[in-house]
């Protein structure tokens, strides 16, 4: 997992071994096995699927249990709590994945691990980010590269960066965001870790766009594809679409047809994984595509799914956007 395997290739050799652990009644072997089987399940875009797994390991870990590593780099009762924030954060469940994500922080604290805690740290910065609570989010993740360096954690260094240097760039700090990203993707690239690697570079492409450096940002974007397809990596594939639509609509001259089929298949992906920011943020592409071109009825039809969902939601941050476009209409 850690090099960038397949996601099927790993969950189904996790399943091997669940299946052997519950017919031999191993308890940790079994525990094992779900831990893989919720990293490859979120990793293959199975959004609704790791969900369950998480809150099926959460409750097999009661007690005493919780306290127990069964010889796992993370302990299991943090892990499953950290992608169950992560997974209800893709699906837009963001006030119970908060509280999930507090406790996973309250639990590896409690255990004074620091490995569980950047893990902790990394699943709620990652459901603030997609919420639009920036400042919370780089709190938190300052506090992961902090302790990562303190601890020399080596595993969870590039994921730290790239998710702080996200943050920036959406703060406003772009150049300082783009500076972290691409730090990340070095470490990347000199550990021969895989994990989050495609979602990395869908976020530096995204700050590369804030930026204004298109071609670098369509680079990273192409770059994403190719990673998450090679590692069945479906909802990363899905912002990698999208940002191929948004660097689409910001070329001179417009790609409206390029750009509009980006988005219809980020649409696709991302309601099939049930991915409800993310089809706020392709309808409200879509919708301010729309308006550029003067489609007025489609550009309103568009803009309306968005803002419904933002609002559903809560995600104040995107609104001005979608409020703002659809003021320029009128």
Known sequence: MA?????????TFAQRVQDVGETLGDVPLQVAAQYYLVHSGHLSGDYRGTEHLCRRLMQSLQGERTRERFGLAIFPAVLSRAYLVRSLAEQGAFDEADAHGHEAIRIAEA????????NACLGLAYLDGVRGE????????????ALCRDWDITFWTPIGLASLGHVYAWS??????VSWLQQALT???????????????????EAYLLADQVEDARACAERAVRLARERGERGYETYALRLLGEIAAHRVPLATELAEQYYRQALTLADELGMRPLLAHCHC???TLYARIGQRQQAQAELS?????????DMTFWLPQVEATLAQMA
């Open 172 to 177: 406003g700090r772009i150049r300082e965001g």
């Open 285 to 287: 592409g879509l919708g």
């Open 111 to 118: 255990l004074d691990h620091p490995f569980s805690i950047v």
């Open 187 to 205: 470490a990347y690239e000199s550990t021969g870790f895989g994990l989050f690697h495609s979602l990395s570079v869908v976020q530096l492409g």
């Open 3 to 11: 090099t960038g395997g397949h996601a099927t290739d790993v969950r």
């Open 305 to 313: 799914a968005a803002m419904e969902l933002y609002r559903a939601m």
């Open 134 to 145: 920036l400042s919370q989010a780089a709190r938190l993740l300052e506090r992961a590269v």
